[in-house]
């Protein structure tokens, strides 16, 4: 396979002024007709234009058809050379939409046309520069059977529609903006749709709509508000307005990622459009303002400004992630009061780090492991990754908490003001904060901070406290190291060097109370202070302090690093008990529950018999039985790390002692704490009607915790309540959480009962089906053998990546009992489906792949077969370059 490197981006010898694109639409043979208007920029440049699995009927420049010696085409490029400086090159080409099982380019769902561009799926539907920084003007005319497509869409505004002889018609699309041909597309087929004009606040009407399957349109309003409350924040927050007169969004089942910003005609994942409360949970809801948002904000952040090159996905991933959390985060908040708010945004702020733990940085210490900004690929899809988009909104986040949020935004907006319209680079981002940054901290920039974009993996941060009490002083030094992750160093890529790190800082006194911080040489005094270290070791000195005091670190995790300090567990009780930063007051819970649940492990594979910690439980008691936390942050508290991010902290893992030592803490809090979960689940009832909002969902998750909880502890009447509340369920959440509960922890024959029921009432709702294949795919319960019968069930389809995803993914990644299990027919099962997904959907396929990442961090009887699967699979004959890449890099 092919290297790309980012040094080798050269700018393209053509400017593509106007693209005019006309679709005959027809399933087996869709016709494409594509008008180029051309302008050399370099002497003597060959035109290359990518095409893949096209078939080429005609090309025409300035109306005369090109001569067969004047051009080549072959598997993935037609070239032609010698064309005049400017010209009219037309092409008519065809493609077959309804064998792509790819989902890249043109395809067919459910009978209707969708297509999907980015990153390099435009050239499945027509030759064409194929990367983001040709940026042109689009027409796009669509015709096909009235009857069949009543519905044609495209992005931009709408010029006409008008019906054409044999049943067919067409309609005419103009997008006034330039734009790189990633964010092209179109849908036709049979939509219902919702809609609703809103008003920017420059006065202009905005019509905004929804489309899903005829009979979907009801379940499809908390998308539509939730795309007007997009609309609204991006106003407020940063002063950017919509460009548009159309803002259009399109549900299909079949698609290979949650979203697709394309412009005015963004394509989405059913599962993160369609909602009501019978169906979705309290999840779903947020995810799918999340993701709105998302794809809305990419408009200014990606759209109006794009990439110069794959290279610099992060420049519009990490800042639209940054965007989204934002955004979730004051929609929570809003209509809270103060002190409900301050909580609200700590959960917020809570789950985005655990997904980060979780997913990022396991990846950034593993062979995939890459810089924000990656240095080279095989295939580009196998960088949208937890370091692009996660680490990248850290980042961002980063130089938000460097310059203060006016300094931020007024970063952003001289970003907007140097380049709208334009392709650029994550350096020409950091080079307009800078340009703010220098302008309100004289003799500060960004130059130590750049290196966040060229250098993978997550640094450590040291931290030493020295308390002088004669002096009435402490000395805090950090010291910052950024471990050789598990990946060559690119050739010539120097050594790591100290990260410009903001690390923010707290101090208790032994009783818990909060010190008034004061660097030495500064009158001001804060709760909090933000050190900002740039160079391998630093000290700072606080004034004033009498007693030897408890640190409060990185507060709001304010950088993605890993920090090393000695705590006592007492210590860690104290800031579980009084921590007044929401998050390290969680983080200092989280760690006691590690280092529990790590001892354990270690018991358990060694054959000793577990018991847990009195002053563990007595710590968890105390959360529980505290009066003044809200439900959500108490349930994200009481919830225990996940193995995932154990597992990181494990020398060798063993991933099923893991889990045994994790659900053994579980049971045992259920157990010991029994009537403190009942008084959790009989308090946190949420009669009436049903309301997504945090408040009411946050009950939801601490009573559905503490109700499983009860379960795993195998407490006497846990059980009845469980199948009571899945039978009584008003709404989703409830009845899922119920059933969840019975699945993991309750016995057989009761969970295989509702498991039953809950297929027969939502047989017809997939989105739903994909919910009760995940909860089986996760059981412990299921091992490979069970998931092999899940797989021969009427209903799976390894064609629907929701569905591959619900059952393949959730076994090979979320159940370490079943996958890992002792024989290795786990990884053997991932072989076959990564190898049969890999024929119909190399990007899916890619995906299941990275399961085995981390397989030389496993034990030495696991090791062996996973290493096994990991070559059977990369010596597959017609191996996809997408999978090829990732098991080649897990194997090096
Ligand atoms: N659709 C994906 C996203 O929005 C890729 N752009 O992140
Ligand atoms: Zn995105």
Known sequence: PVTISRQDYRPYPFEIESVDLQFDLDPTRSLVHSRLALQRL???????????????????????????????????????????????????????????????????????????????????????????????????????????????????????????????????????????????????????????????????????????????????????????????????????????????????????????????????????????PDFATDANYSDIEAIVGHEYFHNWTGNRVTCRDWFQLSLKEGLTVFRDQEFSADMMAASLSAEEAASARAVKRIDDVVTLRAAQFPEDAGPMAHPIRPESYQEIGNFYTATVYEKGAEVIRMQQTLLGVDGFNAGLKEYFRRHDGQAVTCDDFVAAMESVYQARHPGKDLTVFRRWYRQAGTPRVTVTLRHDAAARTVTVELAQRSDKVGVERLPGEPDKQPLHIPFAIGLL?????????????????????????TTERQQWVFEDIADAPVPSLLRDFSAPVIVEYDFSDAELALLLAHDTNAFTRWEAGQELASREILRLTADQAAGRPLSLSASFVNAWAAVLREPT??????????????????????????????????????????????????????????????????????????????????????????????EAQYAAAQNMTDRLGALAALVQFGEAAAADRALQDFYQRW???????????????????????????????????LRNPNRARALIFQFCLNNPRGFHAAGGAGYRFWAEQVLALDALNPDVAARLARAMDRWVRFVPALRAPMRQALEQVRKHPGLSRAVTEIVSKALE
Request: charged share 25%; proline share 4%; net charge negative.
């Open 509 to 533: 006194d032994q009783t818990g109370r909060a010190l008034p911080l004061r660097l030495a040489g500064s009158t001001d005094a804060a709760d909090t202070v933000l050190l900002e270290l």
């Open 42 to 276: 370099t002497p003597d440049a060959e035109l290359v234009l990518d095409g893949e699995e096209l078939e080429l009927v005609s090309v025409k420049v300035d109306g005369e058809v090109l001569a067969a010696d004047r051009y080549t085409v072959d598997a993935q490029a037609l070239r032609i050379k010698g064309l005049p400086e400017h010209c009219v090159l037309e092409i008519t080409s065809a493609c077959n939409p309804s064998t792509n099982s790819t989902l890249m380019g043109l395809y067919v769902s459910n009978g209707n046309f969708f297509t999907q561009c980015e990153a390099e799926g435009f050239r499945r539907i027509t030759f064409f520069a194929d990367r983001p920084d040709v940026m042109s003007r689009y027409t796009v005319t669509l015709r096909g059977n009235k009857a069949a497509y009543p519905v044609l869409l495209s992005n931009g505004n709408l010029l006409g529609e008008r019906d054409l002889e044999d049943g067919r018609h067409e309609a005419r699309w103009e997008d006034p903006f330039r734009k790189p041909c990633y964010l092209f597309a179109l849908v036709a087929g049979k939509f219902a749709h919702v809609e609703r004009t809103a008003r920017t606040s420059s006065g202009r009407n905005i019509l905004l709509q929804v489309y899903s399957d005829p009979g979907s349109e009801d379940k499809t309003l908390y998308a539509l508000d939730s795309l007007e409350r997009s609309m609204i924040w991006d106003e407020t927050r940063y002063g950017l307005e919509l460009d548009l007169d159309r803002f259009m969004i399109v549900a299909t089942r079949d698609f290979n990622m949650g979203a697709m910003e394309n412009k005015g005609l963004n394509i989405f994942n059913a599962a993160y459009v369609l909602a009501d």
């Open 629 to 722: 936390l809200d439900a959500a942050y108490r349930e994200r508290v009481l919830a225990l790390p996940g193995e995932k991010t154990l597992a990181e902290r494990m020398t060798e893992v063993d991933p099923v002692a893991l889990a045994v030592a994790r659900d053994f803490v579980r049971a045992e809090l259920g157990r010991q704490l029994a009537a403190d979960w009942q008084a959790a689940v009989d308090n946190n009832q949420t009669p009436g009607e049903y309301s997504p909002d945090p408040i009411p969902a946050g009950r939801r998750a601490l009573k559905n915790f503490a109700l499983a909880t009860l379960q795993a502890g195998q407490v006497a009447g846990a059980e009845a309540q469980l």
């Open 763 to 797: 047989e017809h709702e997939p989105l739903v089906i994909d919910k009760w294949f995940a909860l089986q795919a996760t059981g412990r319960r299921t091992d490979v053998a069970a998931v092999r019968k899940l797989a021969d069930h009427p209903a799976f389809t």
